[in-house]
């Protein structure tokens, strides 16, 4: 999953202005007659600045490789890298209204859901946390957790975001702490989503702590059709890579995570739990039992 810049970027702006620009020119004869060289003139420009930029961007940019197997990209004119005690920080250094720094760790030996609880221990109340499962930065069939403490409409400034996956038998995770005043900080946040998105592994062994849950599951039932009984099927299919089918009257595309199945066009979430060989759905407040086939 690809952590989302919050705000447009800079060069977006830069073009939007350009383009705001060339429509103000004078509606004079002679000034109409020049209006395209110049409206050329600007778009070059624009693209010489925009490739400078991107040139300047590539030739600043550097690759750290952690023992753990994963490596990141970061821009060495916004970053400062502190390594101790198995935790890599990335430390933003441009201006800001506080200090910004993402921290990578390897935890052995422990899952994700307990590892995050252990930092978000220290965030108060939980109501105020916001909990989400997607696939983990830097992949599509691996599953992570989120937990995100946002204070900018507290007044506090500080945000801070946990995100834990299993990991060759522990956990990987990132650390962030953000502040901000006035709004989001549009730098800070781009740099940050860059570095977490641009996250590679030597060798990203498959997760066993959903070992269980892949397979099918299907419940049958009769229904009277013209007169006759026709015994009639529904099905739940949730593969290893968490993509899933839904069987019921039609079919519908999730996701699955570990306690919900996610509607991959949008929808309500549907709850479900798997005992054994069975799993039960939520369907409309009521619990119905599927029997997993081999």
């Given at each position: 999953?690809?952590?989302?810049?919050?705000?447009?970027?800079?060069?977006?702006?830069?073009?939007?202005?350009?383009?705001?620009?060339?429509?103000?020119?004078?509606?004079?004869?002679?000034?109409?007659?020049?209006?395209?060289?110049?409206?050329?003139?600007?778009?070059?420009?624009?693209?010489?600045?925009?490739?400078?930029?991107?040139?300047?961007?590539?030739?600043?940019?550097?690759?750290?490789?952690?023992?753990?197997?994963?490596s990141v990209k970061y821009d060495k004119n916004h970053f400062t890298v502190n390594e101790g005690n198995d935790i890599t920080g990335f430390v933003y250094s441009g201006e800001s209204s506080g200090s910004n720094l993402v921290e990578i760790s390897y935890v052995k030996d422990k899952?994700?859901?307990?590892?995050?609880?252990?930092?978000?221990?220290?965030?108060?109340?939980?109501?105020?946390?916001?909990?989400?499962?997607?696939?983990?930065?830097?992949?599509?069939?691996?599953?992570?957790?989120?937990?995100?403490?946002?204070?900018?409409?507290?007044?506090?400034?500080?945000?801070?975001?946990?995100?834990?996956?299993?990991?060759?038998?522990?956990?990987?995770?990132?650390?962030?702490?953000?502040?901000?005043?006035?709004?989001?900080?549009?730098?800070?946040?781009?740099?940050?989503?860059?570095?977490?998105?641009?996250?590679?592994?030597?060798?990203?062994?498959?997760?066993?702590?959903?070992?269980?849950?892949?397979?099918?599951?299907?419940?049958?039932?009769?229904?009277?059709?013209?007169?006759?009984?026709?015994?009639?099927?529904?099905?739940?299919?949730?593969?290893?890579?968490?993509?899933?089918?839904?069987?019921?009257?039609?079919?519908?595309?999730?996701?699955?995570?570990?306690?919900?199945?996610?509607?991959?066009?949008?929808?309500?979430?549907?709850?479900?739990?798997?005992?054994?060989?069975?799993?039960?759905?939520?369907?409309?407040?009521?619990?119905?039992?599927?029997?997993?086939?081999?």
């Amino acid at each position: 999953m690809k952590l989302k810049k919050r705000i447009v970027t800079g060069t977006a702006l830069a073009l939007t202005a350009l383009a705001l620009c060339s429509c103000g020119s004078s509606q004079t004869p002679e000034a109409t007659t020049k209006a395209p060289a110049e409206s050329e003139t600007s778009e070059s420009t624009a693209a010489e600045t925009i490739a400078a930029e991107e040139k300047e961007k590539e030739s600043a940019t550097v690759v750290y490789e952690s023992k753990d197997g994963w490596s990141v990209k970061y821009d060495k004119n916004h970053f400062t890298v502190n390594e101790g005690n198995d935790i890599t920080g990335f430390v933003y250094s441009g201006e800001s209204s506080g200090s910004n720094l993402v921290e990578i760790s390897y935890v052995k030996d422990k899952q994700p859901e307990e590892v995050l609880s252990e930092i978000t221990e220290s965030w108060g109340d939980p109501d105020n946390i916001t909990r989400i499962e997607s696939f983990f930065p830097g992949t599509q069939d691996k599953w992570g957790y989120w937990r995100v403490l946002d204070g900018t409409e507290s007044g506090s400034g500080l945000s801070e975001t946990a995100i834990a996956g299993e990991y060759n038998g522990g956990v990987l995770l990132f650390d962030i702490t953000t502040h901000a005043e006035d709004g989001e900080d549009t730098a800070v946040s781009d740099c940050i989503s860059d570095l977490i998105n641009s996250i590679s592994y030597d060798d990203f062994k498959p997760q066993t702590m959903y070992d269980h849950v892949p397979g099918r599951y299907t419940r049958t039932y009769e229904e009277e059709l013209d007169g006759n009984k026709v015994s009639c099927e529904y099905s739940v299919t949730l593969n290893e890579d968490h993509t899933g089918i839904l069987s019921i009257q039609d079919d519908i595309e999730v996701l699955w995570g570990s306690c919900e199945l996610i509607p991959t066009s949008g929808g309500d979430k549907i709850e479900y739990t798997i005992e054994g060989d069975k799993l039960m759905l939520n369907q409309d407040g009521e619990w119905i039992t599927y029997t997993k086939k081999d």
